[in-house]
Nanobody, 127 residues
Framework: QLQLVESGGGLVHPGGSLRLSCVVS????????IGWFRQAPGKGREGVSC????????KYADSVKGRFLMSRDNAKNTMYLEMNSLIPEDTAVYYC????????????????????WGQGTQVTVSS
């Protein structure tokens, strides 16, 4: 059974940093395209970043470019999202996701491209 479990969320002051982790089980991380998404209250699910299984290329939402870094550790079957220079607008529930469909660069940050999801972890940026 495929399972994704996020951790690392919490309350942080503006300008601070957090690192989210997502441990996967039931499948090999290296065989999947993976992504991080977030959903703020009253808003739709927004793609934050993704990594292609084909060539390891990354894509980031404009809102997080230069501040967030996504990585993967295939040996640990874990993906990470390093978040720096956090702002209140980053407040959301963050989800990790995976798919074997094969990502198209244009649609790689669309939630409906992903089949497997974690339960989410809350990130709150507030003074």
């Amino acid at each position: 059974q495929l399972q994704l479990v996020e951790s690392g969320g919490g309350l942080v002051h503006p300008g601070g940093s957090l690192r989210l982790s997502c441990v996967v089980s039931g499948f090999t991380l290296n065989d999947y395209d993976i992504g991080w998404f977030r959903q703020a209250p009253g808003k739709g699910r927004e793609g934050v970043s993704c990594i292609s299984r084909r060539d390891g290329s990354r894509k980031y939402a404009d809102s997080v470019k230069g501040r967030f870094l996504m990585s993967r550790d295939n040996a640990k079957n874990t993906m990470y999202l390093e978040m720096n220079s956090l702002i209140p607008e980053d407040t959301a529930v963050y989800y990790c996701a995976a798919t074997r469909r094969g990502l198209n660069y244009i649609t790689a940050l669309k939630a409906n491209e992903y089949d497997y999801w974690g339960q989410g972890t809350q990130v709150t940026v507030s003074s």
